[in-house]
């Protein structure tokens, strides 16, 4: 019980101290003592988000901290502060970090739960085949714009055991053709299809995605030629908001039967497109609601 409420004053005086600091721009630290007495309760989630600075020593005693650690606040991880929280249990939050080394990586690599790093843009290749390596739970990359095909091949082979195993990639916009057979291949609790930040798909990449077993997502596409859409077949779901134009061949090779169709980018559905869109969809749900004409045959 003392320990309890040690920590809980601990926690009240910090976030104090913390706010004070933010409101004069300065940096935030805690003290390895701080650190110790937080990591003592058990209530929780402990989020320390407002953390711009941390020494190995308070990382260290942070590390003991059994469960969810939230470390957002930090833009920059030493190696040996790296080191040390690899030792944690449970998820673990550095979404504020912009860089790793790939000496960090190789540490956090071995962190047991899931960890996000969403702060970073970029990965070299020797950086992302090292975080290729953990296997703890979900690896959060969603802050990476491209994938070179080392490290796409890498993370397609992560080794895990379900479903809470997968990697997240929602900011890739560009990837090697390579990447994306890699990504094919893999597992679906690898990885499950999905690339939102991709606003156009070139036709090699296409082909190589295209042969995914399961579904793709990617409703940040904003055009898709017509040998592109048939490459990927009938593999891209319908969820499409920012496609701005929809040709005849394109919509003959992703329109499905009873597949529901997100077309809200499309301004205008000139006949012969909404002639295949009606005979092929079925009963499925279709969304035009950025639709300004509409002729009578596409009305019907």
């Known amino acids: 019980m003392r320990k309890t409420i040690g920590s809980l004053g601990c926690l009240i005086l910090l976030g104090a101290a913390l706010a004070q600091a933010d409101a004069k721009n300065e940096s935030a630290t805690i003290t390895a003592e701080q650190a110790k007495l937080l990591a003592q309760d058990r209530s929780g989630r402990l989020l320390l988000d407002r953390l711009t600075m941390l020494s190995p020593e308070a990382a260290r005693e942070l590390a003991q901290f059994d469960g969810w650690l939230s470390l957002n606040g930090l833009a920059a991880l030493s190696n040996e502060s790296a080191e040390v929280l690899g030792q944690h249990k449970g998820p673990l939050h ?36 090292a ?14 714009k491209s994938l070179s095909t080392e490290v796409g091949k890498a993370l397609a082979q992560r080794k895990g055991g379900g479903p809470t195993h997968k990697v997240c990639l929602d900011g890739v916009e560009t990837l090697s053709v390579e990447a994306a057979a890699a990504l094919a291949d893999s597992h679906g609790h690898n990885w499950d299809g999905r690339l939102p930040a991709i606003k156009t798909l070139p036709e090699d990449v296409a082909r190589a995605l295209g042969k995914r077993q399961g579904g793709l997502s990617l409703p940040g596409l904003t055009s898709l030629s017509d040998e592109a859409a048939k490459a990927v077949g009938g593999k891209l779901g319908g969820n499409l908001p920012k ?16 597949r529901t ?20 969809n079925g009963s499925g749900d279709l969304h035009l609601n950025g639709l300004t004409t509409l002729t009578p045959v596409a009305a019907k």
């Open 261 to 280: 169709l997100v077309l809200d980018g499309l301004t205008a559905l000139p006949d012969n497109v909404a002639t295949v869109i009606a005979g092929k």
């Open 131 to 144: 975080l290729a390596k953990h296997t703890g739970g979900r690896l959060y990359l969603k802050g990476v």
């Open 243 to 258: 496609l701005t134009a929809l040709s005849v061949e394109s919509a003959k090779a992703i329109v499905g039967p009873n």
């Open 94 to 129: 550095l979404d504020g970090v912009t860089a790793l080394s790939p000496e960090a990586a190789k540490s956090l690599a071995r962190h047991n739960g899931d960890l996000s790093l969403n702060g970073l843009k970029s990965l070299s290749d020797e950086t992302g085949v």
